[in-house]
């Protein structure tokens, strides 16, 4: 579970075992059988060869591979993501071109016509790098929206196929345009529609600028007014990564005559005129080349499984998660006060989680064996929850499936030391449905049941409910082991953890067959965390205390909330050293922490101490400003909403 301030967030034997060995075959849903399938999981996460699975070790890829393994045999949906179950992702990426950057489109029975690289095309930093010979689609604008009525991709199939996408969406200048009117809506986000081509099987993207985007007076120096993006793009695409250039329309409009189409002036005036799709395969036309972009940082990854859905809900999403990272050997997060690095096994936190997650699966994938289940239900494990629920924000900025259409997110963080029958639930107000729900269900299995209404809290929960999710989060409380080498996996009670793997699995059915979504319902604030005391043995005070609640502009100046004595800032490398932050304000809310070092706001370089105040004064309450952070050697970038004083 994800510590604050000292520990943000509050969270939060041997290698692989043969994991059929001695599980009984008659019955693989007794409370036995799941018991004895929990006992390896948790073995094995909290193993010491596991290094603590902190981010920065190769305990935590032994981790990912297990999870990936596990969810593969039970014949989940494991190749979303290039083949493969991983969501990857880099903290502190650094981008650049990569030494070959060649592009060819030939028109359908004529020559090749060759590409200059930053004249006539460019690589973006949201693409993959690899070779490209492919046949050539157009897809209009390359949005799906279907609570609109519009898709592009409808009645066509560009799997393998490089698509042609306009940027921006239909109707861009009319306020009475569906798509938010003049306002610029999600859909023409570029990673947006990357993520859109990718749902398709599109294997690279042809960005191409819209008419509408153009100057009035284009037509005088076309190449000058068509100008290309720049080749750093804001993008949270992930690693589901395929070739994607911009390229100019002059490029693109030799494919569209060859193959008797009209110009694309003339299919973005009939897409705008009647919001109908112009897509079409454009037969004999062909992209070669090799795009090449090079990636610095660290690399990270979710692991996801999906369990299809059937029916008229099918394209529905209910998602179960729960992060598998810890805090290896130590560090900042840890309460064990010593110098000394020690192994933080992590078994509760979140080893039990991950277990129960593991079970869960298995649990609703045999349930479904002949029939799947109404809703599609996709499983995560994410990483670097301890860092600042990193993992689950990625994820909600780069949804394997649109988060309009996820109607919840069920969460597991510490389920793995049931006290005295106590289960706590947060996020019962979050849903009409909830409460309900888990009354029955803890009466059904036996808990004395805790209901925490609030959404927002110490754990990948809060990444989903800042996005209007309703959202269940499932912890058994914290413990004098809690974010110490001796939360080890002796010290489970698997007897409950079973218990809670199977309330867990009835829910998630339960909300999957329903006939409507839950209703979403707003709680402001956040709650208590359940054994605060008992884990801090009276040792760090206030400065552990809070949950993350969302920031509301203020009036007045804006403020960070950090602070720093001048004595330390004069004796640290160029920046802003991060002493003390305010507790839920602005910087605690986005995930700023004791110990970083504040590099940039904005665009600005941040050199001294005074800095920050004077950057401050260009910004209003309510205003986001993007902070570059180095954390442990490692560079992120933080967006902050300022609030007033």
Not at 398 to 417: E, F, H, I, K, S
Not at 514 to 537: H, W, Y
Request: net charge neutral; glycine share 10%; hydrophobic share 40%.
């Amino acid at each position: 579970m994800r510590a604050y301030y000292l520990i943000r967030y509050f969270c939060s034997a041997g290698l692989v075992l043969a994991f059929a060995a001695s599980i009984p075959a008659e019955d693989p849903l007794s409370r036995e059988a799941i018991q004895q399938r929990l006992t390896q999981s948790s073995n094995f996460l909290a193993a010491d060869e596991l290094e603590g699975r902190g981010i920065n070790t190769a305990g935590i890829d032994k981790a990912a591979d297990y999870l990936a393994g596990e969810f593969t045999r039970m014949g989940l949906d494991t190749k979303r993501y290039q083949g493969t179950p991983f969501h990857t992702f880099y903290m502190g990426s650094r981008f650049g071109l990569g030494e070959t950057n060649t592009l060819a489109l030939t028109p359908a029975g004529g020559n090749p016509n060759v590409l200059e690289v930053n004249s006539d095309f460019t690589p973006l930093s949201l693409s993959g790098s690899g070779k490209v010979d492919l046949p050539v689609a157009f897809v209009g604008y390359g949005i799906t929206a279907p609570k609109l009525g519009y898709d592009d991709y409808a009645g066509i199939d560009v799997a393998g196929h490089a698509v042609i996408v306009l940027r921006n969406e239909p109707r861009k200048t009319d306020v009475e345009s569906p798509f938010e009117g003049a306002k610029a809506s999600e859909f023409s986000n570029l990673s947006h529609k990357v993520t859109n081509a990718l749902q398709h099987n599109a294997a690279a993207i042809l960005f191409v600028t819209d008419n509408a985007s153009l100057p009035e007076d284009a037509a005088a120096d076309p190449r000058k007014a068509d100008a290309l993006i720049p080749f750093l793009v804001k993008s949270n695409v992930g690693n589901r990564q395929i070739p994607v250039v911009h390229c100019r329309r002059a490029a693109i409009e030799p494919l569209l005559q060859a193959a008797a189409k009209p110009d694309l002036a003339a299919l973005e005036q009939g897409i705008d005129g009647d919001l109908k799709p112009r897509s079409t395969i454009l037969t004999g036309s062909r992209v070669t080349g090799e795009i090449s972009v090079v990636r610095k940082g660290k690399p990270l990854k979710n692991v996801v499984a999906v369990l299809p859905g059937s029916g008229p809900h099918a394209e529905e999403t209910l998602i179960l998660g729960a992060h598998y990272d810890h805090l290896g050997f130590g560090g900042s997060g840890s309460l064990a006060f010593t110098t000394q690095k020690e192994i933080h096994n992590g078994a509760d936190d979140n080893g039990s989680g991950t277990a129960v997650l593991i079970e869960a699966a298995r649990q609703l994938t045999l349930r479904h064996a002949q029939l799947p289940p109404s809703r599609r239900i996709v499983f995560i494990a994410f990483t670097a929850e301890e860092s600042g629920l990193i993992g689950s924000e990625r994820y909600v900025k780069d949804p394997l499936y649109p988060l309009n259409q996820t109607v919840a997110m069920l969460n597991l963080d510490m389920v793995g030391r049931l006290r005295q029958e106590r289960l706590t639930v947060y996020g019962t107000g979050t849903a009409t449905e909830f409460d309900p729900l888990i009354d029955r269900l803890g009466t059904k299995y036996a808990f004395s049941i805790v209901k925490k209404p609030g959404g927002y809290g110490p754990s990948d929960h809060a990444s989903f409910y800042q996005r209007s999710i309703p959202v269940l989060h499932f912890f058994t409380g914290l413990h004098k082991q809690y974010h110490r080498p001796e939360d080890d996996a002796d010290l489970l009670n698997l007897e409950g953890m079973a218990r809670i793997s199977q309330m867990v699995v009835d829910a998630v059915e339960e909300l999957a067959a329903a006939k409507q979504r839950p209703t979403l319902k707003k709680v402001s604030g956040g709650d208590d965390i359940e054994g605060l005391a008992e884990a801090l043995l009276g040792g760090v005070g206030d400065s552990l205390k809070g949950t993350k609640t969302p920031v509301k502009p203020g009036t007045g100046e804006p403020y960070l909330g950090v602070a720093s004595r001048k004595a330390i800032a004069d004796v640290s490398a160029p920046g802003y050293l991060v002493e003390r932050v305010t507790a839920d304000g602005p910087a605690a809310t986005a995930g700023i922490r004791k110990g970083d070092l504040i590099l940039k706001m904005g665009s600005d370089p941040v050199r001294t101490i005074d800095d920050v105040t004077t950057l401050l004064k260009k910004y209003k309450s309510g205003d986001k400003v993007t902070l570059q952070v180095r954390r442990g050697g490692i560079d992120l970038e933080i967006e902050a909403t300022l609030s007033g004083r």
